[in-house]
């Protein structure tokens, strides 16, 4: 039996309380959250423990799951690390580059288990290529969100963009070049709205667009390469290939068009995408990288990795940001 401490039960943190909930071999022993009015009804809802010692929360669990606000990742992450216990931390990795440095030096020497809550690697969408042979070329990306007070003590880049700043990363099997970017910000004083594109020494472009202002909702990403067009709508779980010269079988539409170099085949699939729950799948995948001692699949070098574009980026925007 795995034993859980959760720390940070607000918005997000109820959603991994439901989740943990619903794992088979996961003990909650109990949370901690500084907020009375939160805790209280945590406590009455799920009839779990309060600790009003982070400390002795920590001692009494295998493993931790930090879902409070950035600027307090670090603090209990390095506690959990400095006692042995295995970490589970949500996006960003932490509030500063140097804090993120810090955590990986300490995860690697202590040997524990580390996984970033970057959940859209566990989209069902995303999962549904995960078979693909993938080498892009050029990544267009848009996340839009309408605006939520939670979570502006982090510009849109943080807080937004770096959901898919991880996924280019994963699948662009280069180093960074250079990047360029522009943000405005318009409700905080941090950018609310950023476009970047990001150029690979493979020659791979990635151009990103994020908003937390939108009037509608979107959180697409078309990926183009030399044999396929792949699109992927992580909001609606949806997912298309096209291909050219596919093979021709139940699940793909399939038609020939002339072209100067002679007859093509051009094939549409819609793979299937995996009923499955993306918050649940990570916790899950986090408890199996500890009981089998394998490596989490988003782990401290990803989450500093994706903070150290995300941080170029802010630097690249810098002053020219323009603030309300």
Known sequence: MLRIGVFGVGHLGKFHLNNWKEIPGVEIVGFYDPNDDTAN????????????????????????????????????CERAIKKGKHVFVEKPLANTMEEARQLVKLAEESGIKFQVGHVERFNPAFLAIGA??????????????????????????????????????????????????????????????????????????????????????????????????????????????????????????????????????IAVDNPVVPDINAIKQELIAFKDAILNNTRTIVSEMDGLMAMDVAHQILIKIGNNVITR
């Open 41 to 76: 009804e945590v406590s009455d809802k799920y009839q779990l423990a309060r600790f009003l010692d982070p400390d002795t929360l920590i001692n009494a669990c295998d493993a931790i799951d930090v879902v409070a606000p950035t600027n307090f990742h670090f603090e209990w």
């Open 132 to 265: 693909m042979q993938l080498n892009p070329m050029f990544i267009e990306v848009h996340r839009l969100a309408q605006f939520n007070p939670r979570g502006t003590e982090v510009s849109v880049i943080l807080d937004l963009m770096i959901h898919d700043i991880d996924i280019v990363l994963s699948i662009v099997k280069s180093d960074v070049k250079t990047i360029s970017a522009s943000g405005v910000g318009v409700i905080t004083e941090t950018p609310d709205i950023a476009n970047v594109r990001i150029e690979f020494h493979n020659g791979c472009v990635a151009n990103l667009t994020s908003s937390r202002i939108s009037m509608k909702k979107m959180r697409k990403m078309r990926i183009f390469q030399k044999d396929a067009y792949i699109g992927i709508d992580f909001l609606n779980k949806k997912t298309e290939i096209i291909k050219l010269k596919g093979e021709k079988d139940s699940n793909v539409f399939a038609f020939d068009i002339e072209t100067p170099s002679g007859k093509k085949t």
